[in-house]
């Protein structure tokens, strides 16, 4: 069954795409056609109900009785003249029938003011339905056909039944980052469990299904903007508006008058060629070192063709490629890794409905399959380019990835890299998960890019496979030439580096790789001083997969295992069978080896969709760690009853976080001793983290009742200096071999001593060759760092005596600030190695 709608102008009709504006031209509001209008008169194209007209009466949008949605926008930016020249006819809700006069307009006057009067007639909803025919380049006239429809997948069941009648509830955006990924996803899970039409509509007008997390972000709604939900189950509507006041965990409070946050541009400057010897700066994804042949990334979608065969092939040929694209993610999806977890991902963006409607709109207009698909995601992505939030930013390379393997599968081009030469650096604007992941085993030195960011997938992958990684290089890098000599460490990437600057860099790097190997031989032996004292080497986890990469590397057991890092990404809390699995496994891939969990540490810089929390104003200082889990008890109560009845394949400790005072490990315990009472099992052992100044400074007091300590060297650095290490402006400053720090841990190790409590440390200082000897010097005794740092963490404190530590220590702790501590531990190292030697 078709549908024909009629012109809502007399005009000249036009093909979308050749609106002068990406919005539209690339199909991000639907697909459709645009006429030029011969007179001002705007009217229905059919009999239906108007669901919204635009404050500034330049646009309508109706839904029609056979169910398609349209939007109709008399010319384009004539937002800008605030109803200057319009004069609307009809209000929302509204019945009208077909011809009915919409929108009267001043067709000479905005021929002066406008950018244009071409006026887009766009289906929304296509989803539901998709443009199977037009013709264009023709002149038309108002009610004459100007497309064909067919319903999809998802049209409505309406038939020719009247529309149900749209209710609406308009609301400010309360979320601190904006409607960016996660959001989004939640919203669009809720979404999908009610029927009906159900939308998210901007202030400008611009129409999202709330069943889709892409279109939403297309939206790109910061902090403060109003927007509207409209839907035909008011139901659905307050269930939506609940979870968009709750915050999601990122609740920012809106202050009336305040302006929404909105992106910026960075102002363009002229990009001048690399010379010779010339090093480009760049920001470290992945720290490292390496030298090696340049070669640029070539990319086979030049190959797709241009030109379409019949719609059903193209619509099989782009069916087939979706098929073939899942399976390889659902494969990958399998295992238990950051890459398994960023294929589930991309999973979800696959079978998003406004993708798949966009791209079948393309092929309907005559685009092969390829093509028509990566315009389809192309439109979405233009729009998360210009989000504020950097973060959001990152995700459109997870779209343009998706867009890639989809387009290449469906021309049936093989997307197999070329072979590298050894220690090739690898250069390209940008880079997405499946291409590095090809390349892996190719022997790759390095990575620079001229986009990206320091958090994107890419570089997660990068990290765990070991590889040196620049991003945000800019439009310089693009001056290197394939093949050309290349430098790249210390955050910088340098051009055909002198002979004498390639060799001593070169030296540098043998010299480190030297001793990364010695280390490896040794890296199942335990550490010891040379005067014989036992220093234990955890490793930091966040998977099973990290725990038998861990085993690999020689660490001794878990001193860390992040568990809200495992549930984070999910709009449902951890039911205890998920978290008693997921935990044995954890504990099997340690092979008896010790495991320390780590209650879920929410809140702050780490928010969870399903646990909203309200706004607050120093999230840092509120509700996080200890005090969320206390407040949420159920929460608590299902965590520790899973690590209380797991299948433990060796010791289980269990570490609060965030602890400040004696009342909340009390609380704590005594659920963890209920729930063991309950199950008739041990209890395990119970220790805090000290994070807090006020934990360090009353060791001594919560010693007395903890099993153990660990100091949380990230957090009690920011929170001991009073920088936040989210806060580009301040975090750079922050350095946690300051004195003060080093003497709070001082504290709390006497403290423990005093109960004969054992203090270890897992935070990022545990891997600091210049933090070790003092560490060690100050009483620790267990160091837990990344997998990929336990052999050298090992190798330096077996270059080291208890005495030398302490003697470091002890005049570390006089020193003015973290710079005096480190030329102080740099000066005493390089004695230390001249004896050694």
């Not at 308009?170 to 999908?192: E, F, I, T, V």
């Not at 380019?385 to 469906?410: F, I």
């Not at 790097?509 to 032996?525: D, L, N, T, V, Y």
């Not at 549930?567 to 978290?579: G, I, K, T, V, Y």
């Amino acid at each position: 069954m078709t549908l024909t709608i009629a012109s809502p102008l007399s005009g000249w009709a036009t093909p979308l795409c050749e609106v002068p504006d990406p919005v539209f031209a690339q199909g991000m509001m639907g697909p459709g056609i645009a006429v030029d209008p011969a007179e001002g008169r705007l009217v229905s194209p059919g009999a239906g109900r108007v669901v919204s007209v635009h404050p500034a009466g330049h646009a309508v949008t109706l839904e029609l009785d056979a169910g398609p949605v349209l939007l109709m926008h008399v010319g384009l930016d004539t937002v800008g003249l605030g109803g200057a020249g319009f004069a609307p006819e009809v209000m929302e809700g509204e019945r009208v029938e077909a011809g009915q006069v919409l929108i009267l307009f001043d067709l000479d006057r905005l021929a002066r003011t406008a950018r244009s009067l071409l006026t887009p007639v766009i289906v929304t909803n296509g989803e539901a339905f998709a443009v199977v025919g037009g013709q264009t380049d023709r002149e038309i006239a108002a009610g004459a056909a100007l497309m064909t429809l067919e319903p999809c997948g998802m049209a409505t069941a309406a038939g020719a039944k009247e529309a149900a009648p749209l209710t609406s509830r308009s609301l400010l955006l309360p979320l601190a980052h904006g409607l960016h990924a996660r959001p989004a996803a939640r919203l669009a899970s809720l979404a999908g469990t009610f029927p009906g039409t159900l939308e998210i509509v901007a202030a400008d007008g611009r129409v999202a299904s709330a069943r889709s997390a892409v279109a939403m972000l297309a939206l790109g709604l910061g902090h403060g903007e109003t927007l509207t939900l409209r839907g035909s189950d008011i139901t659905a509507i307050d269930a939506l508006a609940e979870l968009i006041e709750s915050g999601m965990g990122e609740h920012r409070p809106v202050v009336v008058g305040e302006p929404a946050v909105r992106g910026g541009q960075s102002a363009l400057v002229p990009s001048l060629p690399l010379g010779e010897g010339e090093a480009l700066a760049a920001v470290t994804a992945v720290p490292g070192a390496a030298i090696g042949p340049a070669v640029w990334l070539l990319d086979p979608l030049a190959s797709l063709p241009e030109t379409a065969g019949t719609r059903e092939a193209e619509t099989a040929a782009l069916d087939g490629a979706i098929a073939q694209i899942r399976a390889s993610l659902e494969s990958a999806a399998e295992g238990d890794g950051q890459a398994a977890q960023i294929a589930a991902a991309h999973l979800v963006l696959l079978d998003d409905p406004e993708l798949l409607g966009a791209a079948r709109g393309g092929i309907a207009a005559g685009l092969p399959a390829g093509r028509a698909w990566i315009a389809g995601v192309e439109g979405f992505i233009a729009q998360l380019r210009l989000s504020p939030d950097p973060r959001l930013r990152e995700r459109v390379d997870d779209l343009a990835d998706l867009a890639r393997r989809v387009a290449l599968a469906s021309g049936g081009i093989d997307e197999t890299p070329p072979p590298l030469p050894p220690g090739a650096i690898l250069l390209a604007d940008d880079l997405y998960p499946s291409q590095l992941m090809a390349l892996a085993d190719g022997g790759l030195g390095g990575v620079v890019t001229v986009e990206g960011g320091a958090t994107s997938h890419v570089a997660i992958i990068a990290a765990g496979l070991g590889l040196p990684m620049l991003v945000a290089a800019g439009e310089r890098l693009k001056s290197i030439p394939q093949g050309a000599a290349l430098l790249l460490e210390k955050g910088a990437l340098t051009h055909a580096p002198a002979a004498g600057v390639l060799a001593a860099a070169r030296a540098r790097i043998e010299g480190a790789q030297s001793r990364r190997r010695a280390a490896a031989a040794h890296a199942h032996e335990p550490a010891m001083t040379r005067d014989g004292v036992r220093i234990e080497v955890f490793a930091n986890l966040a998977s099973a997969a990290d725990a038998r990469a861990a085993v690999a590397a020689g660490a001794e057991g878990c001193g860390l295992l992040r568990s809200e890092f495992l549930f984070l990404d999910r709009a449902e809390a951890p039911s205890l069978a998920e978290q008693r699995e997921v935990y044995s496994a954890i504990s099997a891939a340690l092979e008896g080896r010790p495991l320390i969990v780590r209650t879920l540490d929410i809140g702050a810089d780490k928010p969870a969709p399903y646990l909203p929390m309200g706004g607050e104003e120093n999230p840092a200082l509120g509700l996080r760690g200890i005090r969320l889990q206390l407040a949420a008890p159920d929460l608590l109560d299902v965590q520790l009853r899973a690590l209380v009845t797991m299948e433990a394949q060796g010791p289980v400790q269990i570490m609060l976080p965030m602890v400040s005072e004696i009342a909340e490990l009390r609380a704590a315990r005594a659920a963890l001793e209920r729930i063991a009472a309950e199950e008739e099992r041990p209890c395990p052992p119970l220790g805090i983290m000290v994070e807090t100044p006020a934990a360090a400074l009353h060791a001594g007091v919560l010693a007395a009742e903890a099993d153990f300590f660990s100091v949380g060297s990230n957090d009690l650095a920011q929170y001991t200096l009073a920088r936040d290490r989210t806060n580009p402006h301040v975090a750079a400053g922050l350095d946690a071999l300051h004195p003060a720090i080093l003497q709070l841990i001082e504290i709390a190790q006497i403290g423990a001593s005093r109960h004969g409590r054992l203090v270890g440390l897992c935070g990022g200082l545990g891997a600091d060759p210049e933090a070790i000897p003092l560490l060690i010097g100050l009483g620790v005794r267990e160091l837990s760092v990344s997998a990929g740092s336990v052999a050298e963490t090992k190798a330096c404190i077996r270059s080291l005596t208890l005495e030398q530590c302490g003697l470091m220590a002890e005049a570390a702790l006089a020193l003015p600030d973290a710079a005096a501590v480190r030329a102080l531990v740099r000066a005493e190292l390089g004695k230390i190695v001249e004896e050694v030697a």
